[in-house]
């Protein structure tokens, strides 16, 4: 972790500062796991946090087939960097309003000072590339992390076994999920068919509705 020797580094003046500083960093970052997301488990026992939410997503990325042009090493940086912020600025709804996803972005920007900040000045600033990379979308390993970031919580909810959400959600259609996320997935075939085929199975199990849960309205569940 303490890389030999850092001249060029006017906020580090010895190796045992710089460890400290790393240290620093890794302990704050375990306030991740604190971190409640909008997504349950797969059993639906309990909201998942953000630390697993990166691990899973970094797990995918490792297992699955890569797009021409995307770095295997780099989409799972990208993963594990990516939601570090939500320490200080917490998690938002996948569809949140136009206004709140402004708020959030001021709010993880801000966020991101902060905690990168404890790093290192080599080390804060590869970090907060990689996030800055991740937010940006410009780069083909950030599309296609972002991608994996917009199926994993579709894989918890509605893939085999999961347990829907319209209880937490009654206003989530089969075609309104689809419309979030086309534009995240469509431009990987693979990745859209498996999100597709998730919404359609989950409509067939009554995990998920074509119109929206009134009050008083329930899903038939299969056997």
């Known amino acids: 972790m303490v ?3 850092a001249p060029d580094d006017p906020t580090v003046s010895t190796p ?26 797969h059993d ?17 990325a490792l297992l699955g087939g890569l797009p021409p042009g995307t770095d295997r090493s780099r989409v799972t940086a990208l993963l594990l960097v990516h939601d570090l912020v ?3 600025a917490g998690d938002t709804h996948f569809d949140a309003t136009p206004e709140a996803l402004a708020r959030q972005a ?7 000072r ?3 900040g404890r790093l290192p000045a080599d080390q804060a600033a590869s970090l907060r590339g990689l996030w800055e990379e991740f937010e940006a979308q410009r780069t083909p390993d950030a599309r296609y992390a972002r991608a994996l970031d917009a199926l994993q919580p579709m894989l918890l909810t509605w893939g085999p076994g999961g347990r829907g ?25 693979d990745l859209w068919a498996l999100a597709q085929q998730v919404v359609t199975d989950a409509v067939r199990a009554g995990l998920l509705p074509t119109a929206p849960v009134t009050a ?8």
């Open 3 to 5: 890389r030999a020797g």
């Open 44 to 60: 639906g026992s309990r909201p998942e946090n953000s630390a697993e939410h990166s691990w899973h997503l970094a797990l995918m």
């Open 114 to 116: 902060t905690l990168f």
């Open 216 to 223: 008083g309205m329930k899903l038939r569940l299969s056997p």
């Open 86 to 88: 939500e320490i200080h």
């Open 106 to 112: 001021d709010q993880e920007a801000q966020a991101a």
């Open 165 to 189: 959400c319209t209880d937490r959600h009654p206003e989530l259609t089969a075609e309104r999920l689809l419309a979030l996320k086309r534009p995240r997935l469509e431009a990987y075939p």
């Open 16 to 41: 045992t500062e710089r460890l400290s500083r790393q240290l620093a960093f890794l302990t704050e970052c375990d306030r991740l796991k604190g971190v409640r997301r909008t997504t349950y488990l």
